[in-house]
């Protein structure tokens, strides 16, 4: 779950996000959506721990029930690295290493044993029908089959929260609608909560509550 209250945020003497209050409860499907420049990244950022809020009093962000706040900044890693999965725009896969290697990443950085972890990527990657791409380079794959590694490299570690840039902004249509279908089935299948920027309308208006920031502040 998420609840962030009295979020704002700086740039330049510039507020991007100003006094932004949310609630999601565990499992929900959020989608937010505006214009480009209106706060959208920064806020998922704040919200994922990759950024903070500008300091004040009325601030707080609770992921989990944890107070982030209160924790220290190695804690912070921890906890995001075993808490919450990214996807962006561009997949960010690691080009030199195969599909199965690029999903065990974040498993290796918490230490996960070797063998364990690539059982548990196979899995995932049998789960997202990827296992026969295992061994192929993100080169070698689509647009679509490199954002569901993508997808898979996010659940590794089976976190509670998903969080999502445009995941879908450079996808076709067809493999649009499939990463977008395959969120619904990660939600209902684990149970984990999903926030996602898009500009797809279709995506947005799929999700449980669509969301719509303009200028930092929510609108109607
Ligand atoms: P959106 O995702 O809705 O397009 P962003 O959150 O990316 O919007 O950006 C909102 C505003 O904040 C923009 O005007 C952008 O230029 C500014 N901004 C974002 N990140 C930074 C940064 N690191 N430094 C300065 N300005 C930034």
Redesign the pocket.
């Known amino acids: 779950m998420i609840s962030a209250k009295n979020i704002s945020k700086t ?2 003497n ?1 507020k ?1 996000l100003d006094n932004v209050s949310i609630e999601i409860k565990k499992g929900e499907i959020v989608s937010i959506v ?10 998922l950022h704040v919200l994922s721990t990759l950024d903070f809020a500008d300091k004040n009093d009325k601030s707080a962000l609770f992921l989990n029930e944890i107070r982030i706040a209160d924790l220290k900044q190695k804690e912070i890693s921890k906890f995001r690295n075993s808490q919450i999965g990214f996807i962006f725009q561009f997949h960010e896969l690691l080009p030199e290493f195969t599909a199965l290697e690029n999903v065990c990443i974040p498993g290796m950085i918490r230490g996960d044993k070797p063998k364990e972890l690539e059982s548990r990527a196979e899995k995932l990657l049998k789960t997202l029908d990827l296992v026969h791409i295992k061994n192929q380079k993100p080169s070698e794959l689509s647009g679509g089959e490199q954002q569901r590694v993508a997808v898979a490299r996010a659940l590794i570690n089976e976190p509670s929260i998903l969080f999502a840039d445009e995941p879908s902004g450079n996808l076709d249509s067809k493999s649009a609608d499939n990463l977008h279908q395959l969120f619904f089935d990660i939600r209902d299948r684990l149970k984990i909560t999903i926030v996602i ?1 898009t500009h797809n309308k279709k995506l947005a208006d799929m999700a449980d509550r669509k969301l719509s ?1 303009v200028d930092g502040k929510w609108v109607k």
């Open positions: 740039y330049d510039k991007v505006g214009p480009s420049g209106a706060g959208k990244t920064t806020l920027v920031l």
